[in-house]
Structure formats: structure tokens, C-alpha cells
């Protein structure tokens, strides 16, 4: 099978068949698609724009300023011993975790690309940096669909796991040669604030317009898949070929639809209760973020010269060590077994909380990381200058 698909002739074939039935899709259901695409724009409005756009532009400016830099002198001696990254790499490591995908790939490739850190280390790094955001997992999925805090805060803490994890194990991926101490420091020229700012604003707007067309591409996918009934019907294959395990056709059409597009499989989600088998197929949705959010990153990519086959390993082995550590913590600390007051005065104030509320924090919290870079950078240039006037003396 594998020989057969690899030849030219043979992908064509597929290819062109399969938009041919895309194409007679559209005709069959025309006014279904227009639906869906008027979802998917609604989508983008009220939480793709408003949750990327500012990360974009914050992360932008954290690179292009040389921010990534001095505050990589700091954190070499943490982010070098953990992840065999540079200490640079942390600004993609944690804006990623703060703005959620796919911030921390696009992070991670323009530290590739002004030259601060090798592509082996921003192959590495695009295996765990790419993370959903606090306000996605607390405001929609813990609170939206599963109408609980403590599940928002206990999908969050596995995802978070699960990623660290990811970046220790890919920390041995094409070992360098060359210690950190013998690799010449990276030729990096700081922009100006003016042209770095501008240039952020105006490439970020353009980033989110491209996630954009993907996010209402993939809304359209989905609803023709379930139209025509290929994905029900794939879904009952792998109903009965799991039946034995307990899995049912509604659960893999849960699960494909989230291989798909992230937001819909896990709204799908909704209702199916706080036991551990929707929570950890939750998990395994937020940390594999599905082919949509892939497609994202690989626009990105495209050009660059970095492989993308850490980046999709490291999210299939997120997903995974994400359901993993999310069945243990229930198993641990049951949802239903009474807790401390402390312990639920704090996860009550915060886990309960709207999308909005959230995502307003989530772009506090990015401010403050921003203007922390800042006061680094500030501290490590006033150093480097007292140095070089001690030395003319």
C-alpha cells in the first residue's frame, strides 16, 4: 500500500478525486456550507482575533527588539540543561504557554530566523513550544464544556506537564556536536522600536487573517464530512473495531472531529460528563490541537528549511502524555471527593471564569512578560556599556 501511494501517478489520482467529491459536496449542500463558513467567521471574531492578534504582535516585538536575547544570557543556564536550547528559546516556550498556538511556533521560527538559535534547536523547540493558552483551556474548555473549575484547572496542569515533559525527551534529537560553550555567539542586529513595531503590527494582522482562512476552511470540512457521511461512517468502523475496549461510535466521532479541528471536537465534548474518559480525550484533543492548527504552523513553516517531523511527533506524544497524566491526576484527586477550603477557594477564583475574563488576564500576563524582557534587556545593555567604559579607561 505503502509503494503504491508513493507514486506520482497514484497521489494524483486521489488528489483529484478527492476534490472532485469536494466539489460535488459543495454543489449537494451549498446553503450547509454557507453555514458553516458564517460559523467559522463568527468564530474568528469573537476569540481567534482577539486571543492571537496582541500575543502576535507582543512576541514580534520580544524578538525583533533583541528582548529573546539578553534575557537568553539569563535563562541559558535553565533552558540549555532541560531542553538543549538556548536560552533565547524561552520566549517562545513561554509565550506560547501564555497566547497559546500558535504563538509559540511562530516565536520559535523567528528566533530560527534572525539567527539565534540553530535549526536543530528550533526543530527541538517546535516540538514542545507550541501550547494552548490558559484562556482557551480554563475559560472554554473548563468552564464552556465541562462546566467545572477544577477540570479546567486539572486539564491545564497535565497539558502543561505534558509539554515539559515533551521538550526533556526531544532535548536528545540530533545531539550537536559542538558543546554550547564552543558555538559562536549568534550575529544579531536589534531593529528600531519604530520598524520594529510597525512591522509586528502589520505581519501579526496578517498571521491571524491566515489563521483565519484555515480555522473557517476546516468548519466547512467538517460539516461536509458529517453531510455526505464519511466521517460517521469511518467512525463506525473504529466503533466496532474498539468495541471491545468500550468505544463507541459517538466517541470516535468525537475524537475525529477533534483530530480535525480542535474547538469543534472538544465542544462536542459538551455534556458527556466530569469522568475520566472525556477528560482525557479533552487532554489528548488540546495537546494533539488538531490538523487545523497544523496547517497553521506549517504555513509558517513553508520555506523555512525546518522539519516538521519533531513538531508532529511532539504534539501526537503531547496528546497522549496529556490523556496520561490527566487519568492519573483524576484517579488521584477524584472531582468528586471534597477538597480543602483553601484548596478550593483558589482553584474556585481561578478556574471560574468566561472566555473574556480570561483571555483578559492571559494579555495581562503578556505585558507583564513583555515588560520583564524590557527591564532585562534595559539591565544587560546598562551592564554591557559600565564594561566597555571600565575597559577604555
Not at 234 to 245: D, E, K, S, V
Request: hydrophobic letters at 50%; one cysteine or more; a positive charge.
Amino acid at each position: 500500500m505503502y509503494r503504491l501511494l508513493s507514486r506520482q501517478g497514484v497521489r494524483d489520482l486521489f488528489l483529484g478525486l478527492a476534490l472532485l467529491c469536494a466539489v460535488l459536496s459543495l454543489m449537494l449542500w451549498p446553503q450547509e456550507a454557507m453555514e458553516a463558513a458564517r460559523e467559522g467567521l463568527q468564530l474568528c471574531y469573537n476569540v481567534i482575533i482577539p486571543s492571537l492578534f496582541p500575543f502576535f504582535v507582543l512576541s514580534a516585538l520580544v524578538v525583533d527588539l533583541g528582548l529573546a536575547g539578553y534575557v537568553g544570557r539569563a535563562l541559558e543556564g535553565l533552558m540549555r540543561p532541560l531542553f538543549h536550547v538556548p536560552g533565547a528559546c524561552a520566549s517562545a516556550f513561554v509565550l506560547g504557554f501564555v497566547g497559546g498556538y500558535p504563538v509559540g511556533a511562530r516565536t520559535a521560527l523567528s528566533l530560527y530566523q534572525k539567527g539565534m538559535c540553530t535549526k536543530t534547536e528550533a526543530e527541538r523547540l517546535l516540538s514542545f513550544c507550541n501550547n494552548s493558552g490558559p484562556a482557551f483551556i480554563l475559560g472554554v474548555v473548563g468552564a464552556g464544556v465541562f462546566a467545572s473549575s477544577r477540570v479546567g484547572v486539572l486539564l491545564y496542569l497535565a497539558h502543561a506537564a505534558a509539554s515539559v515533559c515533551v521538550g526533556l525527551l526531544f532535548r536528545f534529537y540530533k545531539r550537536d556536536r559542538r558543546s554550547g560553550a564552543d558555538r559562536p555567539a549568534p550575529q544579531f542586529q536589534a531593529e528600531r522600536f519604530t520598524t520594529a513595531f510597525t512591522g509586528a503590527v502589520k505581519n501579526s494582522f496578517l498571521s491571524v487573517l491566515n489563521i483565519c482562512a484555515f480555522v473557517v476552511f476546516f468548519t466547512v470540512v467538517i460539516r461536509l464530512l458529517f453531510l455526505s457521511g464519511l466521517l460517521p461512517g469511518l467512525a463506525g468502523l473504529l466503533g466496532r473495531a474498539f468495541a471491545p475496549l468500550g468505544f463507541s461510535q459517538a466517541w470516535a466521532e468525537r475524537l475525529l472531529t477533534g483530530v480535525l479541528e480542535l474547538s469543534s471536537g472538544v465542544w462536542s465534548l459538551s455534556g458527556a460528563g466530569t469522568t475520566a474518559g472525556p477528560m482525557s480525550m479533552a487532554a489528548f484533543l488540546l495537546g494533539w490541537a488538531g490538523l487545523s492548527v497544523h496547517c497553521q504552523v506549517l504555513s509558517f513553516l513553508g520555506g523555512s528549511g525546518l522539519s516538521v517531523k519533531t513538531y508532529l511527533g511532539g504534539k501526537l506524544l503531547h496528546g497522549g502524555l496529556s490523556a496520561l497524566f490527566t487519568a492519573l491526576l483524576v484517579r488521584a484527586f477524584p472531582l468528586e471527593a471534597p477538597v480543602s477550603s483553601y484548596l478550593a477557594e483558589q482553584v474556585e477564583g481561578i478556574a471560574e471564569l468566561d472566555f473574556s475574563t480570561a483571555l483578559t488576564i492571559s494579555i495581562v500576563c503578556a505585558w507583564v512578560l513583555w515588560l520583564l524582557f524590557f527591564a532585562a534587556a534595559v539591565a544587560a545593555v546598562g551592564k554591557t556599556s559600565r564594561k566597555r567604559r571600565r575597559n577604555v579607561v
